[in-house]
């Protein structure tokens, strides 16, 4: 519950970089796995 509580008292900027980050990298995969599987076919 600790790292709640930490999360809460940090800004929403920082968690906003979370998940723009998570974002970007779910994407980054995605077209990763897209251009594979153009190039393998």
Do not use: P, Q, S
């Not at 790292?3 to 077209?31: H, Q, S, W």
Request: net charge positive; hydrophobic share 55%; charged share 15%.
């Amino acid at each position: 519950m600790n790292i709640y509580t930490m999360l809460e008292k940090k800004d929403n900027n920082t968690l906003r970089n979370i998940g723009l980050v998570l974002l970007g990298a779910t994407i980054f995969v995605y077209i990763i796995l897209v251009v594979k599987f153009l190039f393998l076919n």
